[in-house]
């Protein structure tokens, strides 16, 4: 597509349930990147993809969160037991190369609300 | 791992005036230093960059102006519009491909 596509774009939540966020990349782009925003932050980094292998999962807050590219194209985010603290916009990006070269590409985000 | 601070946090200007924003890093390795807008409810949009071996972009209204030693970098932007208003965030790259965005500054821009 012409763009990053995210689905769904709103997610509520119950406490304790699980959910799960696509990412659609740009077709051809080699990196995706995972970013959590809180209301009024910057984006922070959660995990990163060179194709289908994940390079840096660093910014992953617990092992409730979980992050796949199995073909090295759409991406999934998983939360499990959602807790109220991960309520936030969850933004996808990618690039074209691995490097950094090209500045990122965002989705439109999936903003999740856990109740 | 790497900081990025940003300020001012909130900037009103009246329209036709310029705008400085300023971020400061911490990993002198980083070498990519791109600028994002974002609009209430909006994606973050890539307005500008700039890397380590070049001192200053421009691109008709925005400039970007980097000082390795200083290790800070600012965004401007000169004869500002309504439709400037948005909130802007700075970030820091270093090969490591992971960006790290500063905290962001709400500009506000008054006709």
């Known amino acids: 597509g012409a763009g990053v596509s995210q689905s769904p774009r709103y997610k509520v939540a119950k406490r304790g349930q699980d959910v799960a966020l696509r990412c659609d990349p740009i077709s051809g782009h080699v990196s995706l990147f995972w970013y959590q925003q809180a209301l009024g932050q910057g984006p922070e980094f959660l995990t990163y993809?060179?194709?289908?292998?994940?390079?840096?999962k660093s910014g992953l807050p617990s092992d409730r969160f979980f992050a796949e590219r199995p073909e090295g194209s759409v991406s999934t985010l998983k939360i499990q037991r959602t807790q109220q603290e991960d309520s936030a916009v969850y933004l996808c990006?990618?690039?074209?190369?691995?490097?950094?070269?090209?500045?990122?590409?965002f989705g439109s985000g999936t903003r999740l609300t856990v109740v | 791992g790497e900081n990025v601070e940003q300020h001012p946090s909130t900037l009103s200007v009246q329209e036709g005036d310029s705008a400085v924003i300023k971020c400061t890093y911490s990993d002198s390795a980083s070498n990519y230093f791109p600028w994002y807008k974002q609009e209430l409810g909006k994606r973050p949009q890539l307005i500008i960059d700039i890397r380590s071996n070049v001192g200053e972009k421009k691109d008709q209204r925005i400039a970007v102006t980097l000082n390795k030693t200083a290790k800070h970098f600012s965004l401007h932007i000169t004869e500002t519009q309504p439709e400037d208003s948005a909130v802007y965030f700075c970030?820091?790259?270093?090969?490591?491909?992971?960006?790290?965005f500063g905290t962001g500054t709400r500009l506000q821009v008054f006709p």
């Open positions: 970030a820091a790259s270093s090969n490591t491909d992971k960006l790290i």
């Open positions: 990006a990618s690039s074209q190369t691995g490097t950094g070269t090209y500045g990122y590409t």
């Open positions: 993809f060179q194709n289908e292998a994940q390079l840096d």
